[in-house]
Protein backbone atom coordinates (compact mmCIF):
# COMPACT_ATOMS: atom_id res chain seq x y z
CA UNK A 1 0.00 0.00 0.00
CA UNK A 2 1.83 3.27 -0.83
CA UNK A 3 0.45 6.60 0.76
CA UNK A 4 -0.45 9.22 -1.53
CA UNK A 5 -1.18 12.17 0.68
CA UNK A 6 -1.68 12.74 4.37
CA UNK A 7 -4.61 15.73 4.99
CA UNK A 8 -5.36 16.98 8.68
CA UNK A 9 -8.62 18.49 9.65
CA UNK A 10 -9.56 20.38 13.25
CA UNK A 11 -12.80 18.66 14.99
CA UNK A 12 -13.78 19.11 17.92
CA UNK A 13 -14.32 15.97 20.97
CA UNK A 14 -16.87 15.10 23.09
CA UNK A 15 -16.42 17.84 25.44
CA UNK A 16 -16.03 20.25 22.15
CA UNK A 17 -12.75 20.70 22.88
CA UNK A 18 -10.32 20.95 19.62
CA UNK A 19 -8.93 17.55 18.64
CA UNK A 20 -7.36 15.97 15.68
CA UNK A 21 -8.42 13.97 12.59
CA UNK A 22 -5.80 12.41 10.04
CA UNK A 23 -7.07 11.35 6.38
CA UNK A 24 -4.99 9.03 3.80
CA UNK A 25 -5.07 9.09 0.94
CA UNK A 26 -4.01 5.51 -0.88
CA UNK A 27 -2.48 5.37 -4.86
CA UNK A 28 -5.89 4.70 -5.73
CA UNK A 29 -7.00 8.20 -4.39
CA UNK A 30 -9.26 6.55 -1.50
CA UNK A 31 -10.12 8.57 1.39
CA UNK A 32 -9.75 6.92 5.20
CA UNK A 33 -10.00 8.59 8.27
CA UNK A 34 -9.05 8.91 11.68
CA UNK A 35 -10.08 10.59 14.50
CA UNK A 36 -7.93 11.10 18.11
CA UNK A 37 -9.58 11.55 21.73
CA UNK A 38 -7.99 13.42 24.46
CA UNK A 39 -7.92 12.58 28.33
CA UNK A 40 -8.41 14.96 31.00
CA UNK A 41 -6.98 12.96 34.03
CA UNK A 42 -3.69 12.16 31.89
CA UNK A 43 -0.81 9.99 33.34
CA UNK A 44 2.33 12.06 33.30
CA UNK A 45 4.17 9.59 31.44
CA UNK A 46 1.50 9.65 28.42
CA UNK A 47 2.78 10.77 25.05
CA UNK A 48 2.82 14.33 23.82
CA UNK A 49 -0.45 15.59 22.17
CA UNK A 50 0.00 18.81 19.78
CA UNK A 51 -2.23 21.28 18.83
CA UNK A 52 -3.89 21.42 15.18
CA UNK A 53 -1.18 24.16 14.29
CA UNK A 54 1.80 21.84 15.56
CA UNK A 55 0.12 19.32 13.91
CA UNK A 56 0.53 20.76 10.95
CA UNK A 57 3.75 21.13 10.71
CA UNK A 58 4.31 17.71 12.40
CA UNK A 59 2.09 16.11 8.66
CA UNK A 60 4.58 17.82 6.75
CA UNK A 61 7.21 15.81 7.48
CA UNK A 62 5.54 12.74 7.27
CA UNK A 63 4.66 13.75 4.15
CA UNK A 64 8.17 14.54 2.53
CA UNK A 65 9.32 10.85 2.78
CA UNK A 66 6.24 8.71 2.51
CA UNK A 67 5.22 8.93 -0.71
CA UNK A 68 8.62 6.53 -1.66
CA UNK A 69 7.41 4.03 0.96
CA UNK A 70 5.33 0.89 -0.16
CA UNK A 71 3.83 -0.32 3.08
CA UNK A 72 2.63 -4.20 3.65
CA UNK A 73 1.52 -4.39 7.54
CA UNK A 74 0.47 -2.42 10.21
CA UNK A 75 4.16 -2.31 11.99
CA UNK A 76 5.84 -1.21 8.91
CA UNK A 77 3.46 1.85 9.14
CA UNK A 78 4.26 2.41 12.32
CA UNK A 79 8.17 1.80 12.14
CA UNK A 80 8.61 4.41 9.82
CA UNK A 81 7.00 6.93 11.83
CA UNK A 82 8.69 6.08 14.52
CA UNK A 83 11.77 6.51 12.54
CA UNK A 84 11.02 10.08 12.28
CA UNK A 85 10.17 11.22 15.37
CA UNK A 86 12.22 8.77 17.45
CA UNK A 87 12.16 10.33 21.02
CA UNK A 88 9.86 8.39 24.19
CA UNK A 89 7.71 11.44 24.36
CA UNK A 90 6.84 11.53 20.70
CA UNK A 91 8.05 15.32 20.65
CA UNK A 92 9.12 15.63 16.70
CA UNK A 93 5.59 14.12 15.27
CA UNK A 94 3.25 14.13 18.12
CA UNK A 95 1.68 11.11 19.81
CA UNK A 96 -2.03 12.06 18.42
CA UNK A 97 -0.64 12.69 14.64
CA UNK A 98 0.85 9.61 15.11
CA UNK A 99 -1.58 7.73 16.47
CA UNK A 100 -4.14 9.25 13.24
CA UNK A 101 -1.76 8.41 10.64
CA UNK A 102 -1.00 4.81 11.93
CA UNK A 103 -4.87 4.19 12.41
CA UNK A 104 -5.85 6.00 9.04
CA UNK A 105 -2.77 4.24 7.43
CA UNK A 106 -4.04 0.74 8.60
CA UNK A 107 -7.60 1.22 7.16
CA UNK A 108 -6.13 1.77 3.68
CA UNK A 109 -4.25 -1.12 4.69
CA UNK A 110 -6.91 -3.22 5.38
CA UNK A 111 -8.63 -1.83 2.68
CA UNK A 112 -6.35 -2.58 0.12
CA UNK A 113 -6.12 -6.33 1.57
CA UNK A 114 -10.19 -6.62 1.61
CA UNK A 115 -9.49 -7.80 5.41
CA UNK A 116 -11.29 -5.78 8.65
CA UNK A 117 -8.05 -3.78 10.42
CA UNK A 118 -8.39 -5.94 13.46
CA UNK A 119 -7.95 -8.93 11.65
CA UNK A 120 -4.55 -7.55 10.39
CA UNK A 121 -3.73 -6.75 13.68
CA UNK A 122 -4.31 -10.44 14.81
CA UNK A 123 -2.45 -11.62 12.52
CA UNK A 124 0.68 -9.26 13.00
CA UNK A 125 0.72 -9.16 16.91
CA UNK A 126 -1.97 -11.63 18.45
CA UNK A 127 -1.23 -14.92 15.83
CA UNK A 128 -1.87 -17.69 18.70
CA UNK A 129 -5.31 -16.18 20.08
CA UNK A 130 -7.68 -19.35 18.78
CA UNK A 131 -10.53 -18.74 20.92
CA UNK A 132 -12.74 -15.46 20.19
CA UNK A 133 -14.72 -13.94 23.39
CA UNK A 134 -16.47 -11.00 23.94
CA UNK A 135 -14.89 -8.85 26.54
CA UNK A 136 -16.35 -7.32 29.51
CA UNK A 137 -18.31 -3.87 29.17
CA UNK A 138 -16.58 -1.53 32.00
CA UNK A 139 -19.39 0.86 31.43
CA UNK A 140 -19.60 4.36 33.88
CA UNK A 141 -22.51 5.00 35.71
CA UNK A 142 -21.45 7.60 37.85
CA UNK A 143 -18.22 10.65 37.37
CA UNK A 144 -16.33 12.10 40.08
CA UNK A 145 -13.15 13.56 40.28
CA UNK A 146 -11.98 15.77 37.11
CA UNK A 147 -14.26 14.48 35.34
CA UNK A 148 -17.43 16.04 36.81
CA UNK A 149 -17.76 19.20 39.11
CA UNK A 150 -19.62 16.84 42.25
CA UNK A 151 -18.05 16.11 45.76
CA UNK A 152 -16.86 12.70 44.73
CA UNK A 153 -13.00 12.37 44.84
CA UNK A 154 -13.06 9.34 42.92
CA UNK A 155 -13.57 9.35 39.32
CA UNK A 156 -15.81 6.57 38.09
CA UNK A 157 -17.97 4.18 39.47
CA UNK A 158 -18.16 1.27 36.67
CA UNK A 159 -20.73 -1.35 35.89
CA UNK A 160 -19.07 -4.13 34.49
CA UNK A 161 -21.31 -6.60 32.41
CA UNK A 162 -20.67 -10.27 31.58
CA UNK A 163 -22.01 -10.98 28.20
CA UNK A 164 -23.41 -14.80 28.67
CA UNK A 165 -25.12 -14.77 25.16
CA UNK A 166 -25.60 -12.05 22.55
CA UNK A 167 -24.22 -8.51 23.22
CA UNK A 168 -27.17 -6.36 21.95
CA UNK A 169 -29.47 -8.07 24.62
CA UNK A 170 -26.57 -7.25 27.17
CA UNK A 171 -26.21 -3.64 25.96
CA UNK A 172 -29.83 -3.21 26.17
CA UNK A 173 -30.22 -4.49 29.76
CA UNK A 174 -26.99 -2.03 30.60
CA UNK A 175 -29.35 0.55 29.17
CA UNK A 176 -32.50 -0.33 31.00
CA UNK A 177 -30.33 -0.51 34.40
CA UNK A 178 -28.44 2.98 33.82
CA UNK A 179 -31.75 4.62 33.08
CA UNK A 180 -32.98 2.98 36.46
CA UNK A 181 -30.40 4.28 38.38
CA UNK A 182 -31.55 7.85 36.95
CA UNK A 183 -34.89 7.17 38.10
CA UNK A 184 -33.51 5.72 41.63
CA UNK A 185 -31.39 8.91 42.08
CA UNK A 186 -33.78 11.66 41.21
CA UNK A 187 -36.58 10.46 43.90
CA UNK A 188 -33.56 9.41 46.72
CA UNK A 189 -32.24 13.17 46.32
CA UNK A 190 -35.42 14.43 45.54
CA UNK A 191 -34.25 16.51 41.99
CA UNK A 192 -35.44 17.01 38.72
CA UNK A 193 -32.40 16.58 36.97
CA UNK A 194 -29.67 14.68 37.45
CA UNK A 195 -25.90 16.53 36.70
CA UNK A 196 -24.32 14.34 33.77
CA UNK A 197 -20.30 14.26 34.09
CA UNK A 198 -17.63 13.82 31.10
CA UNK A 199 -18.11 10.05 30.16
CA UNK A 200 -21.85 10.04 30.46
CA UNK A 201 -22.38 9.15 34.11
CA UNK A 202 -24.56 10.79 36.66
CA UNK A 203 -22.37 13.44 38.33
CA UNK A 204 -24.69 14.71 41.54
CA UNK A 205 -23.10 15.03 45.04
CA UNK A 206 -22.96 12.04 47.36
CA UNK A 207 -22.75 11.66 51.14
CA UNK A 208 -19.80 9.93 50.59
CA UNK A 209 -17.32 8.17 47.93
CA UNK A 210 -18.98 4.72 49.03
CA UNK A 211 -22.98 5.26 48.49
CA UNK A 212 -22.95 5.51 44.64
CA UNK A 213 -21.22 1.27 44.93
CA UNK A 214 -23.83 1.10 47.56
CA UNK A 215 -26.71 2.24 45.21
CA UNK A 216 -25.71 0.41 42.19
CA UNK A 217 -24.98 -2.44 43.90
CA UNK A 218 -28.25 -2.75 45.53
CA UNK A 219 -30.15 -1.90 42.11
CA UNK A 220 -28.22 -4.99 40.45
CA UNK A 221 -29.36 -6.75 43.85
CA UNK A 222 -33.33 -5.92 43.30
CA UNK A 223 -33.29 -6.83 39.35
CA UNK A 224 -31.53 -10.42 40.06
CA UNK A 225 -29.00 -9.02 37.67
CA UNK A 226 -26.12 -10.03 39.94
CA UNK A 227 -25.30 -12.99 37.52
CA UNK A 228 -24.88 -10.54 34.92
CA UNK A 229 -23.14 -7.34 36.01
CA UNK A 230 -20.79 -6.67 38.80
CA UNK A 231 -19.07 -3.20 39.91
CA UNK A 232 -15.99 -1.30 39.45
CA UNK A 233 -13.51 1.61 40.39
CA UNK A 234 -10.91 3.93 38.70
CA UNK A 235 -10.04 6.55 41.65
CA UNK A 236 -7.41 8.50 39.57
CA UNK A 237 -6.17 9.04 42.62
CA UNK A 238 -3.41 11.16 41.47
CA UNK A 239 -5.96 13.91 41.22
CA UNK A 240 -6.22 13.48 45.37
CA UNK A 241 -2.73 12.53 46.55
CA UNK A 242 0.59 10.99 46.21
CA UNK A 243 2.74 8.58 48.00
CA UNK A 244 2.90 11.57 50.08
CA UNK A 245 -0.85 10.99 51.31
CA UNK A 246 -3.95 11.02 50.56
CA UNK A 247 -6.80 13.19 50.83
CA UNK A 248 -10.10 12.00 50.72
CA UNK A 249 -13.80 12.92 51.89
CA UNK A 250 -11.56 15.90 53.40
CA UNK A 251 -9.28 13.58 55.39
CA UNK A 252 -6.02 12.82 55.21
CA UNK A 253 -4.66 9.16 54.42
CA UNK A 254 -1.46 7.51 54.66
CA UNK A 255 -1.06 5.04 51.49
CA UNK A 256 -1.62 2.49 54.34
CA UNK A 257 -4.50 3.63 55.16
CA UNK A 258 -6.21 4.21 52.16
CA UNK A 259 -5.54 0.41 51.63
CA UNK A 260 -7.62 -0.19 54.63
CA UNK A 261 -9.98 1.94 53.41
CA UNK A 262 -9.92 0.12 50.10
CA UNK A 263 -10.41 -3.37 51.58
CA UNK A 264 -13.49 -1.99 53.60
CA UNK A 265 -14.95 -1.25 50.01
CA UNK A 266 -14.26 -4.80 49.12
CA UNK A 267 -15.62 -6.13 52.12
CA UNK A 268 -18.75 -4.03 52.17
CA UNK A 269 -19.71 -4.44 48.26
CA UNK A 270 -19.33 -8.12 47.48
CA UNK A 271 -20.30 -7.05 43.92
CA UNK A 272 -16.80 -4.45 43.68
CA UNK A 273 -14.48 -6.63 41.29
CA UNK A 274 -12.07 -3.92 40.18
CA UNK A 275 -9.98 -0.94 41.34
CA UNK A 276 -8.14 1.21 38.77
CA UNK A 277 -5.19 3.74 40.18
CA UNK A 278 -6.47 3.17 43.15
CA UNK A 279 -2.98 5.30 44.14
CA UNK A 280 -0.96 8.02 42.90
CA UNK A 281 0.71 7.06 39.48
CA UNK A 282 4.65 6.87 41.21
CA UNK A 283 2.98 5.11 44.54
CA UNK A 284 3.95 1.53 43.13
CA UNK A 285 4.18 0.29 47.09
CA UNK A 286 0.60 1.39 47.26
CA UNK A 287 -0.09 -0.94 44.72
CA UNK A 288 2.01 -4.13 45.87
CA UNK A 289 0.00 -3.59 49.17
CA UNK A 290 -3.38 -3.59 47.89
CA UNK A 291 -2.81 -6.72 45.70
CA UNK A 292 -1.81 -8.36 48.95
CA UNK A 293 -4.60 -7.25 50.51
CA UNK A 294 -7.40 -8.74 48.05
CA UNK A 295 -5.46 -10.71 46.11
CA UNK A 296 -8.80 -11.83 44.21
CA UNK A 297 -9.56 -8.75 43.08
CA UNK A 298 -8.48 -6.70 39.60
CA UNK A 299 -5.53 -4.09 40.70
CA UNK A 300 -5.19 -2.32 37.33
CA UNK A 301 -3.04 0.18 36.22
CA UNK A 302 -4.07 3.60 33.75
CA UNK A 303 -2.25 6.70 34.70
CA UNK A 304 0.68 3.83 36.27
CA UNK A 305 1.27 2.05 33.09
CA UNK A 306 0.32 4.69 30.19
CA UNK A 307 0.13 1.62 27.86
CA UNK A 308 3.80 1.76 27.71
CA UNK A 309 5.02 -1.73 27.39
CA UNK A 310 8.11 -1.45 30.07
CA UNK A 311 5.79 0.05 32.00
CA UNK A 312 3.37 -2.95 32.23
CA UNK A 313 6.69 -5.21 32.49
CA UNK A 314 8.11 -3.60 35.57
CA UNK A 315 5.00 -2.97 37.58
CA UNK A 316 3.59 -6.23 36.58
CA UNK A 317 6.80 -7.95 37.60
CA UNK A 318 6.71 -5.96 40.68
CA UNK A 319 3.42 -7.35 41.68
CA UNK A 320 1.86 -4.05 41.27
CA UNK A 321 -1.17 -4.85 38.87
CA UNK A 322 -2.96 -7.91 37.62
CA UNK A 323 -4.88 -5.49 34.97
CA UNK A 324 -4.21 -3.15 32.87
CA UNK A 325 -5.57 -0.34 30.76
CA UNK A 326 -4.81 0.21 27.45
CA UNK A 327 -5.14 3.26 25.63
CA UNK A 328 -3.54 4.04 22.07
CA UNK A 329 -2.79 7.61 22.55
CA UNK A 330 -1.16 7.36 25.54
CA UNK A 331 1.58 5.64 23.44
CA UNK A 332 1.10 7.20 20.08
CA UNK A 333 0.85 4.42 17.78
CA UNK A 334 -0.83 0.82 17.15
CA UNK A 335 2.29 -1.12 17.36
CA UNK A 336 3.18 -0.22 20.44
CA UNK A 337 -0.08 -0.19 21.92
CA UNK A 338 0.13 -3.81 20.78
CA UNK A 339 3.68 -4.32 22.54
CA UNK A 340 1.89 -2.77 25.41
CA UNK A 341 -0.96 -5.57 25.16
CA UNK A 342 1.86 -8.61 24.21
CA UNK A 343 3.69 -7.38 27.60
CA UNK A 344 0.54 -7.76 29.75
CA UNK A 345 -0.18 -11.21 28.21
CA UNK A 346 3.58 -12.11 28.89
CA UNK A 347 2.66 -11.44 32.63
CA UNK A 348 -0.84 -12.79 32.62
CA UNK A 349 -1.77 -8.95 33.48
CA UNK A 350 -5.83 -8.99 32.17
CA UNK A 351 -6.04 -6.47 29.33
CA UNK A 352 -8.73 -3.53 29.21
CA UNK A 353 -9.11 -1.35 25.84
CA UNK A 354 -10.43 2.15 26.94
CA UNK A 355 -11.92 5.09 25.36
CA UNK A 356 -10.53 8.41 26.98
CA UNK A 357 -13.14 11.46 28.54
CA UNK A 358 -12.83 13.48 25.59
CA UNK A 359 -13.84 11.42 22.81
CA UNK A 360 -14.85 11.56 18.98
CA UNK A 361 -17.47 8.78 16.92
CA UNK A 362 -13.88 6.97 15.99
CA UNK A 363 -14.10 3.15 17.53
CA UNK A 364 -10.98 2.05 16.84
CA UNK A 365 -10.38 0.93 20.61
CA UNK A 366 -13.51 -1.69 19.72
CA UNK A 367 -11.27 -3.45 16.82
CA UNK A 368 -8.44 -3.34 18.74
CA UNK A 369 -9.93 -5.07 21.75
CA UNK A 370 -11.33 -7.91 19.25
CA UNK A 371 -7.76 -7.87 17.71
CA UNK A 372 -6.52 -8.85 20.80
CA UNK A 373 -9.55 -11.08 22.60
CA UNK A 374 -9.33 -8.31 25.17
CA UNK A 375 -10.57 -9.59 28.73
CA UNK A 376 -12.54 -5.60 28.76
CA UNK A 377 -13.44 -2.24 27.48
CA UNK A 378 -14.19 0.21 29.39
CA UNK A 379 -16.17 2.45 26.96
CA UNK A 380 -18.63 5.02 29.23
CA UNK A 381 -22.07 5.14 30.36
CA UNK A 382 -24.06 3.34 27.40
CA UNK A 383 -25.76 6.94 26.44
CA UNK A 384 -25.36 9.90 23.94
CA UNK A 385 -21.72 9.81 22.20
CA UNK A 386 -20.26 6.27 23.98
CA UNK A 387 -22.91 4.76 22.34
CA UNK A 388 -20.87 4.77 19.37
CA UNK A 389 -18.39 2.38 20.79
CA UNK A 390 -21.64 0.08 22.19
CA UNK A 391 -22.72 -0.07 18.52
CA UNK A 392 -19.40 -1.03 17.26
CA UNK A 393 -19.09 -3.68 20.00
CA UNK A 394 -22.72 -5.25 18.45
CA UNK A 395 -21.53 -4.94 14.77
CA UNK A 396 -18.16 -7.16 15.80
CA UNK A 397 -19.43 -9.27 17.97
CA UNK A 398 -22.88 -10.49 16.91
P1 LIG B 1 -9.08 10.48 30.82
O1 LIG B 1 -9.70 9.55 31.97
O2 LIG B 1 -9.48 9.95 29.50
O3 LIG B 1 -9.65 11.82 31.17
O4 LIG B 1 -7.59 10.44 31.03
C1 LIG B 1 -10.02 8.23 31.83
C2 LIG B 1 -9.40 7.40 32.89
O5 LIG B 1 -8.75 7.90 33.84
O6 LIG B 1 -9.50 6.18 32.81
ZN1 LIG C 1 -8.18 5.73 34.66
Known amino acids: MKIHEIELRKIFDSRGEPTIEVIVID ?34 KIRETVAAKVFEGVGE ?13 KKILG ?21 EVWELIREEYFSDIVEERVPLILSNFVNGGGHANNNLDLQ ?6 RTN ?47 PLS ?49 EYFKKSKLLLSIEDAFGENDTEGFIQLRKAVPEKWVVGDD ?23 KPNQIGTIAEACGAIQAARRHGVKIIVSHRSGETEDAFVIELAKAC ?26
Open 304 to 326: LTTTNAKEIENHAGEGAINAVII
Open 77 to 89: IDAFLLGIDGTPE
Open 156 to 161: EYLVIA
Open 95 to 115: GNVMLGVSIAAARALAHGMKR
Open 373 to 398: AADGVKIGAPVKERLIKFNELIRLYS
Open 215 to 263: ILEALIDENDLENEFILGLDAAASHFGSEKGYVLEKKKYTREKLVEKYK
Open 165 to 211: GSVIKTVGKLIDLYRATGEFLKKQYKLNNIPIGDEGGYSLDFPDNFE
Open 27 to 60: GEGRRFTAAVPSGKSKGTREVSTFSFEDARVAVD
